[in-house]
């Protein structure tokens, strides 16, 4: 059972990435998954997650509007889309399944 994030990187603010969180023996529409982030000397913080069966989404109020999850049931894959990137927004990010399983996370830099 593993959950591999991806698609982490430097930009400059207002900036956009994608991560991509893929899953292998799991089922992530099966659970809800969600985005975590955490900044160097502080605590992680969920993100955004997304509930497949209850056909909702969450966001954190200071991504709202800027963030988007999705998923791809096919790929087996959740995907966190970022524009507008600000500094603040600087953490390592992982993604989850039922806050039980984790993977390894991926890191994000916004500078200039």
């Known amino acids: 059972l593993q959950l591999v994030e991806s698609g982490g990187g430097s930009v400059q603010p207002g900036g956009s990435l994608t991560l991509s969180c893929v899953a292998s023996?799991?089922?992530?529409?099966?659970?809800?998954t969600g985005w975590f982030r955490q900044a160097p000397g502080q605590e992680r913080e969920v993100v955004s997650c997304i509930n497949t069966a209850a056909g909702s989404t969450n966001y954190a109020g200071d991504v709202q509007g800027r963030f988007r999850i999705s998923r791809d049931g096919a790929k087996n894959t959740v995907y966190l889309q970022m524009i507008s990137l600000k500094p603040e927004d600087t953490a390592v990010y992982f993604c989850?399944?039922?806050?039980?399983?984790w993977g390894q996370g991926t890191q994000v830099t916004v500078s200039s």
């Open positions: 023996g799991l089922t992530l529409d099966n659970h809800v």
């Open positions: 989850a399944a039922g806050k039980t399983w």
